[in-house]
């Protein structure tokens, strides 16, 4: 049984920085690639970062710069460093990864104050 869960967000002021986690079972992890995605209210989900099982990561225009993917394959655990929150990064973020299926967590909710 695959399981995604994400833990990290909270309540930020704007130019604040928080490291969102997601903790993975049930897949070969070291071998599949993960993603973070985010919604927003009245928004489609959209990619924020991506990276493969390699480490190469991939990130939305929106947040290049200022966030960064990572893995740590021995915790099949993977992180959302974020830093230089805007308010309109404001969202559930949610893990994702595809391996036969396509999984999510449950979603973690970051609000960042003006």
């Known amino acids: 049984q695959v399981q995604l869960v994400e833990s990290g967000g909270g309540l930020v002021q704007a130019g604040g920085s928080l490291r969102l986690s997601c903790a993975a079972s049930g897949i070969i992890f070291g071998i599949s690639a993960m993603g973070w995605y985010r919604q927003a209210p009245g928004k489609q989900r959209e990619l924020v970062a991506s990276?493969?099982?390699?480490?190469?990561?991939n990130y939305a225009g929106s947040v290049k710069g200022r966030f960064t993917i990572s893995r740590d394959n021995t915790k099949n655990t993977v992180y959302l460093q974020m830093n230089s929150l805007k308010p309109e990064d404001t969202a559930v973020y949610y893990c994702?990864?595809?391996?036969?299926?396509?999984?999510w967590g449950q979603g973690t909710q970051v609000t960042v104050s003006s």
């Open positions: 994702n990864t595809q391996f036969g299926s396509v999984y």
């Open positions: 990276i493969t099982g390699g480490g190469r990561a």
